[in-house]
């Protein structure tokens, strides 16, 4: 029972990293000119039809990566806010190689821009401590056996005694 609560909150964590990671991928990548100022706002409607497709790709792609990391991190108990984030890290950057085109004959990906890959190790860097905090720092607790149950405290000595029968 404790493994299907813990599938559970595995779950809502990965679909929050993915909302985390897909608004910085969102916008990073859409907005380039939120530094300026002075470029007025921006379309509600827009943005939110921005951050659902940012969270779809994010979602989609960084899915199996994920589920590698979780993986490996629940059969070992491992719980560092450092790992999840070097994990996150590294599932945003294999989502940004598996976009690139990659040439077999020199062993070279083609077409790497330095930003976008930036963003996306970002992005997966924040989606890791994200997740960290809602399910890793509880990764393997679903297989340690639950605490022993204390003994009730004892009677106090000034009761009186039960009548014989």
Avoid: K
């Avoid at 599938?7 to 990671?21: D, E, H, S, T, W």
């Avoid at 907005?31 to 921006?42: I, K, R, T």
């Avoid at 990391?69 to 599932?91: D, K, M, S």
């Amino acid at each position: 029972m404790a493994l299907i609560g813990r599938l559970f909150v595995i779950l809502f964590g990965f679909l929050a990293a993915c909302l985390v990671a897909g608004m910085i991928v969102v916008s990073a990548i859409m907005f380039p000119e939120f530094s300026d100022l002075g470029a007025g706002p921006v379309d509600p409607g827009a943005l939110n039809i921005l951050l659902g497709f940012g969270f779809i790709f994010v979602s989609g792609f960084a899915l199996l990566p994920a589920m590698v990391v979780v993986a490996i991190t629940e059969a070992f108990y491992i719980r560092g806010a450092l790992t999840y984030a070097v994990g996150g890290g590294i599932v945003g950057l294999a989502c940004y190689l598996g976009l690139v085109p990659f040439d077999p004959e020199t062993l070279r990906f083609e077409g790497i821009v330095r930003r976008h890959l930036e963003i996306m190790t970002g992005a997966g860097i924040v989606a890791g401590v994200v997740y960290w905090m809602i399910a890793g720092r509880n990764a393997g607790a679903w297989r340690e056996p639950p605490p022993p149950l204390m003994p009730p405290p004892p009677l106090p000595s000034q009761t009186p005694s039960p009548p014989p029968a």
